[in-house]
């Protein structure tokens, strides 16, 4: 009797391995969702002078995946659709567009300039966050010491840019890959 051997195909999977590289992710990151979208912006009643205005966060809505908030929040800026409620601020400037899970943990942010949302990189370390909590302190820190109000505004702007990119671990390959995609640009 000759032993017959199988040679293992390149595309047979163990269902073990299946269950732990694509079922289990899958139903973890199931639990995470739906996605809130919200905005951070200067508001106000009036167009007049900086010293009335104050930061704000409106929320946008939910999404069931990072794909579609991208695009739901992209749809939003480009329309100018951000504080549009009767009830809104006659006046908001939109800074930063945040993706959050349910439990808040940030998913994706990008900052808004000239009609279009400017989606920072998720650190790729511990070590890198680090640094830039470091960094946003500081700024934080100088805007508490300045009394120009227009200056610590700014201060805190360039903090919470910097922010953008502490994207929770749990969600920063996903980010990751979401921005190498051409429609994320």
């Not at 409620?85 to 945040?98: H, K, N, V």
């Not at 302190?137 to 227009?150: D, I, P």
């Not at 903090?159 to 390959?173: G, T």
Request: hydrophobic share 45%; charged share 25%.
């Amino acid at each position: 009797m000759i032993p017959m051997t199988f040679a293992r195909s390149e595309t047979f999977r163990s269902i073990g391995h299946i269950l732990a590289a694509d079922v289990l992710p899958a139903l973890y990151r199931s639990q995470k969702l739906p996605l809130r979208i919200s905005c951070l912006g200067v508001a106000s009643y009036d167009a007049g002078d900086d010293a009335n205005s104050f930061d704000r966060v409106i929320q946008l809505g939910e999404c069931p995946s990072p794909e579609g908030a991208i695009q739901a929040a992209a749809l939003r800026v480009a329309r100018g659709d951000i504080c549009t409620r009767p009830d809104s601020f006659p006046y908001f400037q939109p800074r930063i567009m945040l993706i959050q899970d349910r439990d808040q943990r940030l998913v994706l942010a990008g900052e808004i300039r000239a009609g279009i949302i400017l989606w920072q990189q998720p650190v790729a370390t511990d070590a890198e966050a680090r640094r830039i909590v470091t960094e946003a302190s500081r700024l934080r820190g100088m805007a508490f010491r300045t009394l120009a109000h227009a200056d610590a505004r700014a201060l805190r702007y360039r903090a919470a840019v910097l922010e953008a990119r502490l994207v929770d671990p749990f969600w920063r390959e996903t980010s990751a890959d979401l921005l190498r995609l051409p429609q994320a640009a």
